[in-house]
């Protein structure tokens, strides 16, 4: 149906809706019409989520974090930006893409095996400036593996004199005994990102690379404690700092939080 003046713009525009919008394509077939946008420089492209929080301190609290990246990246052996997070994963493997034989062969399986779905979980942090992840593991992470976390930080970063610990607006970092636990260490100071925006805290994206790279598609349902070995493993690449883990998550590029790190 074409689109007229009265009703309202199509939700995703389609060749067919194009051909019969435009009056003078009216008449091309459907390659056709794809050609002609061609020759202008239009093409299909994926949409993507606008980024977005409701946050009324994100100016505030975006600016803050990167005045915190660049005195990191300025005094990188007494200063540091650690960005904290935590996420769980399951017994069981999502199903993904993958490669194996073509129909009339069976699809590949995301198998299911064991009594229940059992789940882990992980709180870790990652170095803005050389990469370095530091995690715990547990079948739960509250308030006790926030403050085991915060023990942990201390002691790999004893020598700075400030680091600041990048990190969402979770209740339990509020928490009153994690925040007591806090005084130990005065040289850790939380520094809270804006609500409601993953895309400013990068170890969500080590995160993504972990499930993309070891938990889809995985055949250990049938041995759950080789996959938390799996998942170790994969972590511990990163225990000395990595460049390419850097550049992966966004903190080496053009990207915001990468051009703070230059301003130096």
């Given at each position: ?14 060749l067919?809706t194009i051909?019969?919008?435009?009056r003078h ?5 459907l390659?056709g019409?794809?050609?002609?946008l061609q020759?202008y420089?239009l ?7 606008q980024l977005?929080s409701p946050d009324a ?5 975006v600016?803050?974090l ?8 300025r005094a ?7 960005f904290?997070?935590?996420?769980g994963?399951y017994r ?6 993958t ?8 699809p590949?399986q995301?198998e299911?095996a ?6 882990h979980r992980?709180i870790g942090?990652?170095?803005a400036v050389t ?5 715990l593991?547990h079948?739960i992470?509250?308030?006790a593996?926030?403050i ?9 970063y004893?020598?700075?004199t400030?680091?600041y ?6 209740s339990?970092?509020?928490h009153?005994d994690?925040q007591?636990?806090l005084?130990?260490w ?15 805290n990068?170890i969500?994206k ?6 993309q790279?070891?938990?889809?598609m995985?055949?250990?349902?049938n041995d759950?404690t080789?996959l938390?070995q799996?998942v170790?493993?994969?972590l511990?690449?990163f225990?000395?700092?990595?460049q390419a883990?850097l550049r992966y998550?966004g903190l ?12 130096t």
């Amino acid at each position: 149906m074409a689109v007229t003046a009265e009703g309202p713009t199509p939700s995703r525009w389609t060749l067919r809706t194009i051909r019969a919008t435009i009056r003078h394509l009216k008449d091309y077939s459907l390659s056709g019409v794809w050609r002609v946008l061609q020759r202008y420089d239009l093409g299909l492209r994926s949409g993507r989520v606008q980024l977005y929080s409701p946050d009324a301190e994100y100016a505030v609290k975006v600016a803050r974090l990167e005045e915190c990246l660049a005195e990191a990246a300025r005094a990188p052996k007494t200063s540091a930006v650690v960005f904290l997070d935590e996420m769980g994963f399951y017994r069981w493997p999502d199903p993904a893409p993958t490669w194996a034989g073509q129909p009339p062969a069976p699809p590949p399986q995301a198998e299911r095996a064991g009594t229940n779905n059992r789940q882990h979980r992980l709180i870790g942090v990652l170095n803005a400036v050389t990469g370095r992840v530091d995690y715990l593991d547990h079948y739960i992470v509250g308030r006790a593996k926030v403050i085991a976390m915060y023990e942990r930080i201390a002691h790999v970063y004893a020598a700075y004199t400030h680091v600041y610990v990048a990190q969402d607006n979770w209740s339990i970092h509020y928490h009153d005994d994690v925040q007591s636990a806090l005084k130990q260490w005065p040289h850790i100071e939380p520094l809270w990102l804006p609500t409601y925006a993953p895309w400013l805290n990068p170890i969500e994206k080590l995160w993504r690379w972990l499930r993309q790279d070891v938990l889809k598609m995985h055949r250990l349902a049938n041995d759950f404690t080789a996959l938390q070995q799996r998942v170790r493993a994969f972590l511990n690449q990163f225990a000395d700092g990595s460049q390419a883990l850097l550049r992966y998550v966004g903190l080496l590029g053009d990207g915001r939080l990468a051009r703070a790190l230059r301003l130096t």
